[in-house]
């Protein structure tokens, strides 16, 4: 890779300094994309657990329907 500035050129003597010249940009877009899908996945797990609670406070807590107890005094009649 020839390297310089204004038509005068150098050739790289150190292969790993034009590898990092010419692989600057591709590390920063990977690190975008990483933290761009990390936000992604939190939002869509964040969604997720709000719906969950929010049907979980919907349902019944207690259990099916109820059954009313009878008063001693209708079981036994002495109400008179």
Do not use: H, Q
Not at 1 to 7: E, Q
Not at 47 to 76: Q, W
């Amino acid at each position: 890779m020839v390297v310089g500035d204004k038509g005068s050129f150098v050739r790289c003597s150190e292969e790993a300094r034009c590898a990092r010249f010419a692989s600057g940009g591709f590390g920063a877009a990977r690190i975008i994309v990483t933290i761009l899908l990390t936000d992604f996945n939190l939002r869509k797990i964040a969604a997720f657990m709000s719906d969950k609670i929010k049907a979980d406070a919907k349902k019944p807590t207690y259990g099916g329907p109820g059954v009313a107890l009878v008063r001693r005094r209708d079981r036994e009649w002495r109400n008179a």
